[in-house]
Protein backbone atom coordinates (compact mmCIF):
# COMPACT_ATOMS: atom_id res chain seq x y z
CA UNK A 1 0.00 0.00 0.00
CA UNK A 2 1.51 3.06 -0.73
CA UNK A 3 1.09 6.37 1.10
CA UNK A 4 -1.28 7.80 -0.65
CA UNK A 5 -3.92 5.23 -0.26
CA UNK A 6 -2.84 4.64 3.38
CA UNK A 7 -4.06 7.77 4.37
CA UNK A 8 -7.02 7.97 2.40
CA UNK A 9 -8.17 4.61 4.00
CA UNK A 10 -7.19 6.28 7.49
CA UNK A 11 -8.74 9.51 6.45
CA UNK A 12 -12.18 7.16 5.65
CA UNK A 13 -11.74 5.44 8.84
CA UNK A 14 -11.85 8.75 11.00
CA UNK A 15 -14.76 10.02 9.41
CA UNK A 16 -16.89 7.10 10.48
CA UNK A 17 -19.06 8.15 13.44
CA UNK A 18 -17.82 6.75 16.89
CA UNK A 19 -21.87 6.14 17.98
CA UNK A 20 -22.27 3.68 14.81
CA UNK A 21 -24.15 0.39 15.55
CA UNK A 22 -23.48 -3.06 14.28
CA UNK A 23 -25.70 -5.00 12.22
CA UNK A 24 -28.74 -4.85 14.57
CA UNK A 25 -31.84 -2.82 14.92
CA UNK A 26 -31.56 1.07 15.96
CA UNK A 27 -33.47 3.40 17.63
CA UNK A 28 -33.40 6.59 19.25
CA UNK A 29 -33.87 7.87 23.01
CA UNK A 30 -36.72 10.10 24.54
CA UNK A 31 -36.91 11.11 27.78
CA UNK A 32 -40.10 10.17 29.80
CA UNK A 33 -41.67 11.41 33.15
CA UNK A 34 -39.53 14.43 33.00
CA UNK A 35 -36.52 12.60 32.34
CA UNK A 36 -33.89 13.58 30.14
CA UNK A 37 -32.67 10.21 28.44
CA UNK A 38 -30.80 10.74 24.53
CA UNK A 39 -29.03 9.06 22.27
CA UNK A 40 -29.28 5.23 20.14
CA UNK A 41 -30.27 2.14 21.21
CA UNK A 42 -29.49 -0.64 19.37
CA UNK A 43 -31.02 -4.49 19.42
CA UNK A 44 -28.63 -6.83 17.61
CA UNK A 45 -29.28 -10.77 18.51
CA UNK A 46 -29.25 -11.32 21.80
CA UNK A 47 -28.14 -7.84 23.07
CA UNK A 48 -29.24 -4.34 24.14
CA UNK A 49 -26.44 -1.94 23.13
CA UNK A 50 -26.72 1.54 24.56
CA UNK A 51 -24.35 3.28 21.59
CA UNK A 52 -21.78 6.26 22.62
CA UNK A 53 -23.84 8.85 21.95
CA UNK A 54 -26.37 7.96 24.97
CA UNK A 55 -27.03 10.55 27.50
CA UNK A 56 -29.36 10.24 30.70
CA UNK A 57 -29.85 12.93 33.36
CA UNK A 58 -30.00 10.46 36.43
CA UNK A 59 -32.63 8.99 38.56
CA UNK A 60 -32.66 5.81 41.45
CA UNK A 61 -32.76 2.18 40.17
CA UNK A 62 -32.61 2.73 36.49
CA UNK A 63 -32.46 -0.52 34.29
CA UNK A 64 -32.79 -1.61 30.93
CA UNK A 65 -35.46 -3.59 29.64
CA UNK A 66 -37.81 -4.22 26.43
CA UNK A 67 -41.65 -3.12 25.65
CA UNK A 68 -43.86 -3.17 22.92
CA UNK A 69 -46.31 -0.37 21.43
CA UNK A 70 -45.75 1.54 24.37
CA UNK A 71 -46.39 -1.08 27.08
CA UNK A 72 -43.07 -1.78 28.97
CA UNK A 73 -42.21 -6.31 30.08
CA UNK A 74 -40.55 -6.56 33.06
CA UNK A 75 -39.87 -9.90 32.43
CA UNK A 76 -37.54 -8.46 30.20
CA UNK A 77 -35.05 -6.69 32.60
CA UNK A 78 -31.35 -6.89 32.22
CA UNK A 79 -29.86 -5.45 35.04
CA UNK A 80 -29.08 -1.90 36.33
CA UNK A 81 -27.73 0.76 34.02
CA UNK A 82 -24.02 0.75 33.99
CA UNK A 83 -23.48 4.53 33.41
CA UNK A 84 -25.47 7.35 32.96
CA UNK A 85 -23.40 8.06 29.32
CA UNK A 86 -21.86 6.25 26.73
CA UNK A 87 -21.64 2.66 25.35
CA UNK A 88 -23.01 -0.43 27.19
CA UNK A 89 -24.13 -3.62 26.72
CA UNK A 90 -26.70 -5.71 27.90
CA UNK A 91 -28.06 -9.84 27.55
CA UNK A 92 -31.72 -10.29 26.58
CA UNK A 93 -32.33 -13.08 29.01
CA UNK A 94 -32.91 -16.39 28.19
CA UNK A 95 -36.19 -17.41 26.58
CA UNK A 96 -37.10 -13.65 25.23
CA UNK A 97 -37.20 -13.45 21.85
CA UNK A 98 -35.74 -9.89 20.74
CA UNK A 99 -37.80 -9.74 17.52
CA UNK A 100 -41.18 -9.67 19.43
CA UNK A 101 -39.79 -6.30 21.17
CA UNK A 102 -39.75 -2.58 19.60
CA UNK A 103 -39.03 -0.76 22.27
CA UNK A 104 -35.82 -0.49 24.51
CA UNK A 105 -36.56 1.45 27.72
CA UNK A 106 -34.76 2.43 30.47
CA UNK A 107 -36.82 2.25 33.57
CA UNK A 108 -37.22 2.98 37.20
CA UNK A 109 -37.69 -0.17 39.48
CA UNK A 110 -37.84 1.37 42.66
CA UNK A 111 -40.73 3.80 41.41
CA UNK A 112 -42.23 1.68 38.39
CA UNK A 113 -42.00 4.70 36.01
CA UNK A 114 -40.39 4.92 32.62
CA UNK A 115 -37.39 7.00 32.48
CA UNK A 116 -36.72 6.75 28.78
CA UNK A 117 -37.93 4.52 25.22
CA UNK A 118 -36.16 4.25 22.01
CA UNK A 119 -38.71 2.62 19.78
CA UNK A 120 -36.47 0.38 17.33
CA UNK A 121 -36.72 0.17 13.70
Known amino acids: MDRRSFLVAAMATAAMPAFAGG ?58 LESNSGASSYTIPDGIDPAAYNEVYIWCERFNVGLGVAPIG
Open 23 to 80: HGRLGAFSGLNNHVTTGTAEIAGNQVNLLDDFTFDGAPDPKVALGKDGVYDPTTLMGA
